[in-house]
Structure formats: C-alpha cells, structure tokens
C-alpha cells in the first residue's frame, strides 16, 4: 500500500530550540497533510491541515506561530515547532491523502518529541 | 459535536482467545467509522471501515459493524494470534473526509 514516512522517529532537543518534522508521502501525491499530536493516554488531536501550496489551516486552540506547517510540494510537508518547551513534548503524527483516491488517508509512523 | 470513546486498555489474551474492543461515537450527520492499527515502530494502518448505517468491515479476520442505534463500532476476531499485539485505534471522518476524531487507543498484548 501507500507509505507515508516521517523524520526523524525521535528527537529530543533543548528548551527555547526548534525543531523540524517531516511527513513524506513516498509513492503517491498528497494535496492535503494533516498533522496530529497525542498527549499520553488521550486522542490523537488535529491540528492542522495543510493543503500543497498554501496557508495551512489551524484548529482551535493550535498556536500557528508556534506550530509552522509547510506543504511546499505534493510529497512534502513539515512541522517546526518553534522555541520548544517541555510541554510541546509529545507524539506528533501526520496523514496524508492521495490525490485522487476519495478520502484515502495514509498515516506515517508518527515521531516523539521531548523537549528538555 | 464528534467525537471517540473507546475502551481503555491494555489488554491482555491468550493466543486463539477472543477479542472486542468497545467503540462508541458521537457524530453529527452521516460519519464513516474506521479501526487502524499500530504494530510496533509503525504508523497508523488502516484495518477496516463502514461508510453507512449497517455496514459491516472486515479485513484479516477482524470485523465491525456500523450500529447507528447504538453509535458503536466494536472491533471483534474470533481467534486472536501474538501477530495481533498492537495499538488499535477506533476513529471516525466527517461528511467531508478532512477531520478525523481518534479514541485514544487500546493496546493489546496477545501471549502464546
């Protein structure tokens, strides 16, 4: 099937950093990622969805300052969470749904973010 | 509006055991249920989904139905094997396919 991957899998980095994760759809299109995060013990929650080539679209709640989400191409979109603190530490997932497939969705295998 | 509750785990059983895991669902409209798993160092596969009242998914022996009298969509297999040990996850899309509600997961361990 189609293969969603992200990187890096773990990273841990230093509080007031930032850090870079990536969702890359691997044999398909994607014209929209979603990006999710999961606090342990609860929900994968939304938290933005990002369409290729334009600003992505934030839920509620989501800081987008913060959160910078870039969907530059149709394979390619990233996180950066900016000035990392210890409560941005989390499970970050993206999806991806291809083009053309109805609402297809492919997950990557998530990645752990600590922030110490 | 939507949302997931599904059972709180881990579960534990013995390989050929039965296995259900409860789901239940608060929607507006018409949403379509799905169940993923998640095998260790994996992402989110999905493992089956019901579009509509009635329905029933299957795929590699798991099976659930749509219960719209109920707002369930319990995972069910009749003989579980250690392969099965993962994180299985209840979910459900809105009308449009863009939002996705997760129940928070149900781990299950299988022992031989």
């Known amino acids: 099937g189609a293969v969603v991957s992200q990187h890096p899998s773990w990273v841990i980095c230093k509080s007031g950093t930032s850090v870079k994760i990536e969702c890359r759809s691997l044999d398909f299109q994607a014209t929209t990622m979603f990006w999710y995060r999961q606090f342990p013990k609860q929900s994968l929650m939304l938290m933005a969805t990002s369409n290729e080539g334009s600003k992505a679209t934030y839920e509620q709640g989501v800081e987008k300052d913060k959160f910078l989400i870039n969907h530059a191409s149709l394979t390619l979109s990233t996180l950066t969470v900016t000035s990392a603190h210890p409560e941005d530490s989390s499970f970050y997932i993206c999806?991806?749904?291809?083009?053309?497939?109805?609402?297809?969705?492919?997950f990557g295998e998530g990645s752990w973010l600590t922030v110490v | 509006g939507n949302s997931v509750t599904q059972m709180e785990g881990p579960v534990t059983l013995s390989e050929e055991a039965f296995l259900t895991i409860n789901c239940t669902y608060t929607a507006t409209g018409y949403p379509s249920l799905f169940w993923y798993v998640q095998y260790p160092g994996e992402g989110l596969q999905l493992l089956l989904k019901a579009t509509k009242a009635d329905d029933k998914g299957s795929n590699k022996g798991f099976e659930a139905t749509y219960r719209k009298e109920t707002t369930s969509f319990h995972l069910e297999k009749g003989s579980v094997q250690v392969s099965d040990s993962a994180v299985y996850f209840c979910?459900?899309?809105?009308?449009?396919?863009?939002?996705?509600?997760f129940g928070t997961g149900t781990s299950l361990t299988v022992i031989p």
């Open positions: 979910a459900l899309s809105d009308h449009t396919g863009n939002q996705f509600y």
């Open positions: 999806s991806a749904r291809m083009q053309g497939a109805g609402n297809t969705i492919y």
